[in-house]
C-alpha cells in the first residue's frame, strides 16, 4: 500500500530478472493485422507510452504469509482457518506480470498441488 493523492493505493515494484515488457512486437503486429482485416484502428492501452506493463487482469488481495495475522494463505495456498479450503486462481499473485498471467497462475497452483500427499485426510 501507498499512500497517493487520492489516498492509499496498491502498488508493485519490478521483481528480479528480465523486465516486463511495456510493448510486445508481434502483439502489435497481430493487433495491425487485425484492424486491417476487419477496417478498424490498432490502438494501445494508455501505460505504453510511459513504458508501464499494464494488463486487464487484476490480481492479488489473498495475501501469502506464515499466518492469519499477516495474510490469507500460506505458502501452499492453503486458507488460514478454512480447513479443506485453498485460493488457486490470481488473487494470490503478488504481483502484476504484465502479460497475460494465465501461465503464472497454473504454475503456482500446479506448485501449491504438488504439495497435497498422497491419500491425504480430508482437512487439506
Known amino acids: 500500500m501507498k499512500r497517493g493523492l487520492f489516498g492509499r493505493k496498491l502498488t508493485s515494484k519490478q521483481g528480479y530478472g528480465e523486465e ?6 508481434k502483439g502489435h ?18 501505460g ?3 513504458g508501464i506493463p499494464l494488463t486487464a ?3 492479488g488481495g489473498a495475501v501469502i504469509a ?12 492453503k486458507v488460514f482457518g478454512v480447513p479443506g479450503m485453498h485460493i488457486l486462481d490470481g488473487s494470490t499473485l503478488s504481483a502484476n506480470p504484465g502479460v497475460n ?3 503464472s497462475i497454473a504454475a503456482q ?3 501449491a498441488m504438488s ?4 491419500n491425504a485426510p480430508r482437512e487439506l
Do not use: Q
Open 20 to 25: 516486463n515488457p511495456s510493448w510486445v512486437p
Open 29 to 46: 503486429e497481430v493487433a495491425r493485422d487485425l484492424a486491417a482485416d476487419f477496417n478498424g484502428t490498432p490502438g494501445a492501452v494508455i
Open 48 to 50: 505504453e507510452p510511459f
Open 57 to 59: 487482469h487484476f490480481l
Open 66 to 77: 506464515k499466518d492469519a495475522s499477516g495474510g490469507v494463505v500460506d505458502k501452499h495456498l
Open 101 to 103: 498471467p494465465s501461465l
Open 109 to 111: 497452483a500446479e506448485w
Open 115 to 118: 504439495h497435497w500427499p498422497v
